[in-house]
């Protein structure tokens, strides 16, 4: 009777931890290098896209966001710095939505290739 118990504990402990770690796995990243979401709607559309395609934030997808605005305004050489850390956490995926944002991506992306 207590070797019932304890099965019936551990089946109740593993299980949530098994299906944490499954989900784990299944989520992929997404690095956004863009405008923030004051700047006009891009991040609230890309969110919405990526929602009617079945990608909900914080379930199966993770997005790391850098905003390009401060960079933009007086602060250029953040950018590149902005690119190098996108590049750094290996994401899926990276959006990139200005050229001045993309070019140090692509070229920060080039040297991080594994």
């Not at 009777?1 to 402990?13: D, G, H, N, Q, Y």
């Not at 891009?42 to 905003?67: A, S, T």
């Not at 996108?86 to 993309?102: G, H, I, N, R, W």
Request: aromatic residues 8%; charged residues 20%; proline residues 7%.
């Amino acid at each position: 009777m207590i070797a019932v118990r304890f099965l019936v504990l551990l089946a109740l402990v593993a299980a949530p931890l098994a299906a944490e770690a499954q989900q784990t796995r299944n989520v992929r990243t997404i690095g956004f290098l863009g405008p923030p979401p004051s700047a006009g709607g891009l991040v609230q559309g890309f969110q919405q896209g990526l929602r009617e395609l079945g990608y909900i934030e914080g379930q199966n997808i993770r997005i790391e966001y850098r905003y390009t605005d401060v960079a933009l305004r007086g602060h250029p050489e953040l950018s590149p710095q902005f690119a190098t850390e996108l590049v750094q956490l290996k994401p899926d995926v990276l959006v990139v939505s200005v050229t001045e944002a993309a070019l140090p991506a692509k070229k920060r992306r080039a040297r991080f290739r594994s």
